[in-house]
T-cell receptor
């Protein structure tokens, strides 16, 4: 158990709909990352937040948005869903660990199926 | 981040050591070498990381060459549960994202 919690674990929705994926980082972690993994595809970085502020942005579609709240949990909002958005969405978290490195820990993912 | 090169796949016999190579010839002095693995459709699992020195933990050992251009992850006694995709990633410290490549698909056979 990495300590990163994601909900829901599975979600089925129709095209055109909007969903929200939720992530609770490890206790004390300030950074949250979102990744997408489509079937037989690699892990694609979407976006990173650090202590409530956007830190880095990857290949995130305009239909997708994210935020990190004051209690440090994060939500990934996916709107106008298309069949191609079906994927595993992973949240990860990290915190500064000084000179020993800054390890990123992943949750178990939210499996989104768009029908 | 520096790019890494890993073999696409490798087999390993159960109970034997698995040695997973990774080339990172353009690594910078402030970049760490991280190893993760992903067992089918589960979240990537952190294994180990290092900067210059060899590292060992309860899961694996990481051997980094003196010039830091390559490294080897060693799973000392592979089990069937070690079957997974293993990713070698180099990244700077300071809260920066991980960039995943294709990794090495390791199959442990009985």
């Amino acid at each position: 158990d990495s300590g990163v919690t994601q909900t829901p674990k599975h979600l089925i929705t129709a095209t055109g709909q909007r969903v929200t994926l939720r992530c609770s980082p490890r206790s004390g972690d300030l950074s949250v990352y979102w990744y997408q993994q489509s079937l037989d595809q690699g892990l694609q970085f979407l976006i990173q937040y650090y202590n409530g502020e956007e830190r880095a942005k990857g290949n995130i579609l305009e239909r997708f948005s994210a935020q990190q709240f004051p209690d440090l949990h994060s939500e990934l909002n996916l709107s106008s869903l298309e069949l191609g958005d079906s994927a595993l969405y992973f949240c990860a978290s990290s915190t500064r660990e000084g000179r020993t490195g800054n390890t990123i820990y992943f949750g178990e993912g939210s499996w989104l199926t768009v029908v | 981040d520096a790019k890494t090169t890993q073999p696409p796949s490798m087999d390993c016999a159960e109970g034997r050591a698995a040695n997973l190579p990774c080339n990172h010839s353009t690594i910078s002095g402030n970049e760490y070498v991280y190893w993760y693995r992903q067992i089918h459709s589960q979240g990537p699992q952190y294994i180990i990381h290092g900067l210059k020195n060899n590292e060992t933990n309860e899961m694996a050992s990481l051997i980094i060459t003196e010039d830091r251009k390559s490294s080897t992850l060693i799973l000392p006694h592979a089990t069937l549960r070690d079957t997974a995709v293993y990713y070698c990633i180099v990244r700077v410290d300071d809260d920066y994202k991980l960039s995943f490549g294709a990794g090495t698909t390791v199959t442990v056979r009985a």
